[in-house]
């Protein structure tokens, strides 16, 4: 696997193409994704704010995105780095919930995540996810109310 300071490295360097013009709140993304003949890539994202708020994309989400549009669905580790636009990361930047749900659908069971601090298994981060698979009621409840 290639470094882990690589792919944090990379999540670094994507904070610069951030726009923040809102939050002025800059993060990068890395995913080292792989794809179904076993050949692996590091994919790059930061976060993309919009004047409607719920059209902006986290930068998990932009290099998730580009990761499974180009073939690379199995997710192997990802990096994220943030903080004030313009100033070094002086703290972790977690992914948020929506993130963390976007990409349990893709990692592989021992996926990590690295922040500034270190690395954790995306499970800890993540311990339960939502699937739709598993979630759905057979019978709806309101038939037996009466």
Not at 28 to 47: K, M, P, Q, V
Request: glycine share 8%.
């Amino acid at each position: 696997m290639q470094a882990v300071s690589e792919l944090f490295e990379a999540a670094e360097r994507m904070r610069e193409y951030s726009y923040c013009v809102y939050s002025h709140f800059s993060v990068g993304a890395a995913i080292l994704a792989e794809n179904s003949e076993g050949d692996r890539r590091i994919f790059t994202g930061c976060n993309v704010e919009n004047s409607s708020y719920g059209g902006t994309i986290c930068a998990e989400r932009t290099a998730a995105v580009k990761a499974l549009s180009e073939g690379y669905g199995k997710f192997i580790a990802a990096a994220v780095s943030g903080g004030v636009q313009g100033e070094p990361e002086y703290g972790d930047t977690f992914p948020c919930g929506i993130c963390l749900q976007f990409m349990s659908e893709f990692a592989v069971p021992d996926m990590t995540v690295t922040l500034r601090s270190g690395t954790y298994p995306f499970t800890d981060l993540m311990p339960k996810e939502f699937d739709l698979r598993q979630s759905l009621i057979k019978e709806p409840p309101w038939k037996h109310i009466h």
